[in-house]
Nanobody
């Protein structure tokens, strides 16, 4: 079993920054195949950024250059640094991890970009 806990969401003005954290606990083999999805109001969940199974990074086109995913292997934690935030970045950000063919989800953290 894998448990994921996100933190770091909140209200930020357009152009601002936030850093999200996701810590995995339980039986963790590696923190590859782990990353972030966003669900905006009224929309489907979409990939934002992730570490692939091979450990490389993958970003949605709209986030390239603004968001950076990083990790701390010792802490089983993945971070999402979000800069130059836009109102359309608003949504619930969910951390996920795939292990042994099972996709685990965190409960999500709300990010609101507004004046």
């Amino acid at each position: 079993q894998v448990q994921l806990v996100e933190s770091g969401g909140g209200l930020v003005q357009p152009g601002g920054s936030l850093r999200l954290s996701c810590t995995a606990s339980g039986t963790i083999f590696s923190i590859n195949a782990m990353g972030w999805y966003r669900q905006a109001p009224g929309k489907e969940r979409e990939l934002v950024a992730a570490f692939t199974r091979a450990g490389s990074t993958n970003y949605a086109d709209s986030e390239k250059g603004r968001f950076t995913i990083s990790r701390d292997n010792a802490k089983n934690t993945v971070y999402l640094q979000m800069n130059s935030l836009k109102p359309e970045d608003t949504g619930v950000y969910y951390c996920y991890k795939i292990q042994n063919g099972i996709r685990y989800w965190g409960k999500g953290t709300l990010v609101t970009v507004s004046l």
